[in-house]
């Protein structure tokens, strides 16, 4: 069964064709980064416009690659939230109009849902139950994931997302966007330490993080005394990397669970994926990750998702309703009823 998966949440316009026996055909994905630098941010506006022009053309090359008819397809997989409201409309819109055409059901698919669900999609894929670490540009939370569509939120942010730090404080620093790549590279010339920066709710006796007060002092630190700006990012990516890692391993403890699986843009950091590996692999515990290009945004864990979901089970819908929900908690998911 050949599902087509459909990604427009953000900033990339994702393509992938998965078959339920043989995995992933083909995936395309066309990235903004261009279209967006020059604003150092997101436009929505232009997100969506550029979606609606890219998609039709990912989709062609995507059946392309894999060799397929559009009539092959046996489902439609799109990402309906959480993103940009005008973004998400365009993989729904084309999604469920495909959908509709071909007869063939519809299934709404939650991002995050794809991102924690990727590293399912590689050789070496971790069994259920697992906690997920899901630190993207909108989100940093602990999952414990028992199965598709079986969340408990453990903790999150309770401001700024990881990726969003990221990003804020690589504008501060007067880097490029997209901030977090750029910021992680800077950090590979400099040393932590040299400069203090706090490590906020590290030892707060939850699984929540606080990310804001990280970019006020970086802020308080340019204007009173700018430290090298190589060591600042070094320091400013060891916290993020020693909170996110302290949590990771109590949420490991709290559940008594052996493995971690780490998803979304933030999960590409080097540095964050050294410590974890190091310190999950002396107490016997095991980090999974995403293939690197199935770590940002992409139209592979979209169809994957939809494919598991058909395979539990669910029957998707027929009623070419066009509706995205910008705002979706993951934890109010429900498994697919077979
Ligand atoms: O999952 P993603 O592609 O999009 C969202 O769903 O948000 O994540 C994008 C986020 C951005 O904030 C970006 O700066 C961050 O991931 N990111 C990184 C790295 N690569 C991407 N942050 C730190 N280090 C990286 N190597
Ligand atoms: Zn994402």
Same mark, same amino acid.
């Given at each position: 069964?050949?599902? *087509?998966?459909?990604?427009?949440?953000?900033?990339? @316009?994702?393509?992938?064709l998965?078959d @339920?026996s043989r995995?992933?055909?083909a995936?395309r994905?066309h990235?903004?980064?261009? *279209?967006?630098?020059a604003?150092?941010?997101v436009v929505?506006?232009?997100a969506?416009r550029d979606?609606?022009?890219?998609l039709?053309?990912?989709i062609?090359d995507?059946l392309?690659?894999? %060799?397929?008819?559009?009539?092959q397809i046996?489902?439609?997989?799109? @990402?309906?939230g &959480?993103?940009?409201? +005008?973004?998400l409309?365009?993989?729904? +819109?084309t999604?469920?109009?495909?959908?509709?055409a071909?007869?063939v059901?519809?299934? /709404?698919?939650?991002?995050?849902e794809?991102?924690?669900?990727?590293?399912?999609l590689?050789?070496d894929?971790?069994a259920?139950p697992?906690?997920a670490l899901?630190v993207?540009g909108g989100?940093?939370?602990l999952?414990? !994931?028992d %199965?598709?569509g079986?969340?408990?939120?453990l %903790?999150?942010?309770? #401001?700024?997302?990881?990726g969003?730090a990221f #990003?804020?404080?690589?504008?501060l620093?007067? *880097? &490029?966007?997209?901030g977090?790549p750029a910021?992680?590279?800077?950090?590979d010339?400099?040393v932590a330490?040299r400069v203090?920066l706090?490590r906020?709710?590290?030892?707060?006796? #939850?699984l929540n993080?606080?990310?804001?007060g990280?970019k006020?002092? !970086?802020?308080?630190?340019?204007?009173?005394a700018? /430290?090298a700006?190589a060591?600042l990012?070094?320091?400013?990516q060891?916290?993020?990397v020693?909170? *996110?890692? @302290?949590?990771?391993?109590?949420?490991l403890k709290q559940t008594g669970?052996?493995?971690l699986v780490v998803a979304?843009? !933030?999960g590409?950091?080097?540095v964050?994926?050294a410590?974890?590996?190091?310190?999950t692999a002396?107490?016997?515990?095991?980090v999974?990750? /995403?293939?690197?290009?199935?770590c940002t945004d992409?139209?592979?864990?979209?169809?994957?998702?939809?494919a598991?979901r058909l395979?539990?089970?669910?029957?998707g819908s027929?009623a070419a309703?066009?509706?995205?929900?910008?705002?979706?908690?993951l #934890?109010t998911l429900r498994a697919p009823?077979a």
């Amino acid at each position: 069964m050949i599902v *087509l998966g459909l990604e427009s949440s953000c900033d990339e @316009t994702g393509v992938a064709l998965y078959d @339920t026996s043989r995995g992933l055909l083909a995936h395309r994905v066309h990235s903004q980064i261009d *279209l967006h630098a020059a604003y150092g941010g997101v436009v929505p506006e232009l997100a969506s416009r550029d979606h609606v022009r890219r998609l039709p053309v990912l989709i062609r090359d995507a059946l392309a690659d894999a %060799g397929l008819a559009l009539a092959q397809i046996a489902a439609v997989a799109y @990402t309906a939230g &959480p993103g940009l409201a +005008g973004a998400l409309l365009v993989a729904a +819109g084309t999604g469920e109009a495909l959908a509709a055409a071909l007869d063939v059901p519809a299934l /709404p698919i939650h991002h995050l849902e794809g991102h924690l669900l990727s590293p399912l999609l590689g050789a070496d894929a971790p069994a259920f139950p697992f906690v997920a670490l899901l630190v993207s540009g909108g989100h940093t939370q602990l999952m414990r !994931v028992d %199965g598709v569509g079986r969340y408990a939120l453990l %903790g999150e942010s309770v #401001d700024d997302a990881a990726g969003e730090a990221f #990003d804020k404080t690589a504008k501060l620093m007067g *880097l &490029p966007y997209p901030g977090g790549p750029a910021l992680a590279a800077l950090a590979d010339q400099g040393v932590a330490g040299r400069v203090k920066l706090p490590r906020p709710m590290r030892h707060s006796g #939850d699984l929540n993080f606080s990310f804001s007060g990280l970019k006020t002092a !970086v802020m308080t630190l340019l204007r009173d005394a700018p /430290p090298a700006p190589a060591d600042l990012a070094a320091e400013f990516q060891a916290a993020v990397v020693d909170v *996110l890692a @302290t949590k990771s391993l109590a949420a490991l403890k709290q559940t008594g669970l052996q493995r971690l699986v780490v998803a979304g843009g !933030v999960g590409a950091n080097r540095v964050l994926r050294a410590r974890l590996d190091t310190v999950t692999a002396r107490r016997g515990q095991r980090v999974y990750y /995403p293939e690197p290009a199935l770590c940002t945004d992409n139209g592979a864990m979209i169809a994957f998702a939809g494919a598991l979901r058909l395979q539990a089970g669910a029957r998707g819908s027929r009623a070419a309703r066009v509706a995205v929900k910008p705002r979706w908690p993951l #934890d109010t998911l429900r498994a697919p009823e077979a």
